[in-house]
T-cell receptor, first 115, second 108 residues
């Protein structure tokens, strides 16, 4: 089974802190994704990556950056956390670039609270 | 981006079939139709996907209209464990855009 793991299930940070959310997948997938999920808004795509050191902006990249130094790991970075970034963050991976019929595998999510 | 429209919520009785509709009138010829579901306190999980033909797997069936402007996810016998938010998504390349989904309640 594909496994996507996220570094924390729950995280509490203060406004202005730099926050790192880590995601690791163990199936050699090319594509990795970061979403945030908020009540009434569903899942929104923040960034995705289809290869090491490659990244593409999603729908809501402002206030976030990402890093993909190794194929299995995709990090989401909040340079200066703000209260409006309190949310559930979900990481996903999929096998092959450019394959629209490919399924995504999701991690369990990290619930981040910024106070 | 092509969008999907789903009812906000639906109810079903346990052991009965459930038909979850999705409209996607602006679908392009290369868009795949994906369905995911999200159980409480979990990340979304893949259910099924298709392009033009109806599809079956161990979890569900996907019926795609001939003009591809709508589709229906069919759960043949709903169980309490099927209570979740179901997302219908159009996927044309690497990224996926989720809508608000349909919250399915299953009554015993």
């Amino acid at each position: 089974d594909v496994k996507v793991t996220q570094s924390s299930r729950y995280l509490v940070k203060r406004t202005g802190e730099k926050v790192f959310l880590e995601c690791v997948q163990d199936m050699d997938h090319e594509n990795m994704f970061w979403y945030r999920q908020d009540p009434g808004l569903g899942l929104r795509l923040i960034y995705f990556s289809y290869d090491v050191k490659m990244k593409e902006k999603g729908d809501i990249p402002e206030g976030y950056s990402v890093s993909r130094e190794k194929k299995e790991r995709f990090s989401l970075i909040l340079e200066s956390a703000s209260t409006n970034q309190t949310s559930m963050y979900l990481c996903a991976s999929s096998l092959v670039q450019g394959l629209a019929g490919d399924e995504q595998y999701f991690g369990p999510g990290t619930r981040l609270t910024v106070t | 981006d092509a969008k999907t429209t789903q009812p906000n919520s639906m109810e079903s009785n346990e052991e009965e079939p459930v038909h979850l509709p999705c409209n996607h009138s602006t679908i392009s010829g290369t868009d795949y139709i994906h369905w995911y579901r999200q159980l409480p306190s979990q990340g979304p999980e893949y259910v099924i996907h298709g392009l033009t033909s109806n599809v079956n797997n161990r979890m569900a069936s996907l019926a795609i209209a001939e003009d591809r402007k709508s589709s229906t996810l069919i759960l043949h016998r709903a169980t309490l464990r099927d209570a979740a938010v179901y997302y219908c998504i159009l996927r044309g390349n690497n990224d996926m855009r989720f809508g608000a989904g349909t919250r399915l309640t299953v009554k015993p």
